[in-house]
């Protein structure tokens, strides 16, 4: 299930580190937002929690980084942008050549009746 | 096994170097990846699948030199995405080759005749071009998603050979293979004169378009070992055999997943060229600061379970080769009678 639009509410039952952790793995950009009220659009691609001051790292939405930003700076993600992994670029393919395959067959089942 | 003497030799003397300083973990292959872009969606692949701001970024000849020299691997493979997507792929080849690194340049070919045709490479006997090809017509164009792409790979194939370049192809395969016709396939290479064919199964990304034909251990084994039972004296294959017995189930090797450690736009790869769960701003700091026991079968990793794939595999298999008198002389027999 691909989580493109989704709106997290950290709570007691969802953390933000937990947030972090999906956003890390999420192919598509995300809106960080900042505790200072800043929105941030960008891709997430590294996160490391195991040093003294956790922190993530991106490149914005023109590309440029990457920066850092520590965990302590973000109040939440958006999963703002489209979800790349989430794609149906194969299901197409084989239903294209399954079309195919039945176009071919049916000229010679007509012949054969 | 048909690797060029002069390669088998740097590797042997890499590995004998790293054994007798004391090295336990050292890395045998840099995957180069300088972009992510490609030309073609394949079913199979998970590399690809990032925002267009990610997919135009591409690394400088500086870094990639840069890792070079930080990993100091005798061989240098570049995937991707598509390499010669990569606008300066020809410089990044030239300074590789300067440095006597074996490289392994991992293409789908679409672009190959258009850049030899441009004189963007020499031939070396450092450089290889090993074109991705999934079997025969018919199973390659399905695998990656496109009509003609078979015709186009062979046909610059053809070039590179012409041209005296060394060329090798790669072939992943998935559930669903038929023995007979890899069999065929690798019989169509030969009469093509590629120098050696490469073998994997796939890896189970969890961002490949297609999830339903990743192969299980089990079932690797028993596609492999239909295989490459009784296999053709003609048939080279260009990598160790210790790693193809694995596949075929005669040898239980673990993951070596530093073997081939990965560098791209992010950094360096978390924990290997398959997993991404972080990066690490240095090799040092990868070698050092990655947790590996939480890797490999052994370590109860769902994600480890099932892989067989060349990249964790075939660096214990050269570890074995040279570490043991038993894994020397099964290297030494397999190669000189081809039966694996």
Redesign the interface.
């Known amino acids: 299930m691909s989580l493109e639009g989704w709106m997290p509410v950290i709570n007691d039952y969802l953390s933000l580190a937990e947030v972090i952790d999906l956003a890390f793995d999420y192919r598509g950009n995300t809106t960080i937002i900042k505790n200072d009220g800043v929105d941030i659009v960008g891709y997430i691609f590294n996160r490391n929690r195991d040093v003294p001051e956790p922190y993530i790292q991106y490149f914005d939405q023109a590309g440029n980084g990457p920066f850092k930003l520590f965990y302590s700076e973000i109040q939440n993600i958006k999963f703002t942008g489209k979800d790349t992994a989430a794609g149906s670029s194969w299901q197409a393919w084989v239903e294209r050549k399954e079309k195919e395959k039945g176009e071919r067959a049916a000229p010679a089942s007509a012949d054969s009746a | 096994m048909s690797v060029p003497l002069s390669q088998m030799w740097a590797v042997t003397a890499y590995v004998l170097k790293q054994k007798l300083t004391g090295q336990k973990r050292y890395p045998l292959v840099l995957m180069l990846e300088p972009l992510f872009r490609c030309n073609l969606?394949c079913?199979g692949c998970?590399k690809i699948?990032?925002?267009a701001?990610?997919l135009?970024?591409h690394l400088s000849v500086e870094q990639c030199l840069k890792a070079v020299d930080e990993c100091g691997a005798p061989i240098v493979s570049i995937p991707g995405g598509e390499p010669l997507m990569y606008p300066e792929i020809g410089p990044l080849v030239e300074e590789l080759v300067t440095r006597k690194k074996y490289i392994y340049l991992c293409t789908n070919a679409i672009l190959l005749k258009e850049k030899l045709e441009q004189g963007v490479f020499k031939p070396s006997k450092y450089l290889s071009f090993s074109v991705h090809m999934d079997g025969l017509r018919e199973e390659h164009d399905?695998a990656v998603?496109r009509d003609g792409v078979y015709d186009q790979a062979v046909e610059a194939i053809k070039e590179a050979l012409k041209r005296g370049f060394r060329v090798t192809t790669n072939t992943t395969l998935f559930d669903g293979a038929s023995p007979l016709r890899v069999r065929q396939f690798f019989d169509e290479m030969v009469n093509l004169g590629v120098e050696g064919m490469m073998l994997s199964p796939g890896y189970s990304y969890?961002?490949a378009?297609?999830q339903e034909h990743f192969l299980r251990r089990s079932k690797t084994n028993d596609l492999f070992s239909q295989i490459l039972s009784n296999p053709k004296r003609r048939w080279r294959f260009n990598q160790s055999p210790l790693f193809l017995q694995f596949l075929m189930g005669k040898r239980d090797y673990e993951c070596t997943p530093w073997g081939n450690p990965t560098y791209n736009i992010?950094?360096w790869q978390r924990p290997c060229y398959l997993l991404q769960e972080?990066?690490a701003e240095s090799f040092q700091d990868l070698m050092t600061?990655t947790r590996w026991e939480n890797y490999g079968r052994k370590s109860g990793n769902e994600k480890c379970q099932d892989c067989m794939v060349h990249c964790g595999f075939e660096a214990t298999a050269v570890d074995e080769t040279f570490g043991s008198l038993r894994g020397f002389r099964d290297t030494v027999a397999a190669t000189l009678t081809g039966k694996l």
């Open positions: 969606a079913a998970g699948q990032y925002p701001q990610i135009r970024k399905e998603c969890a961002k378009p297609d992010f950094g972080g990066y600061n």
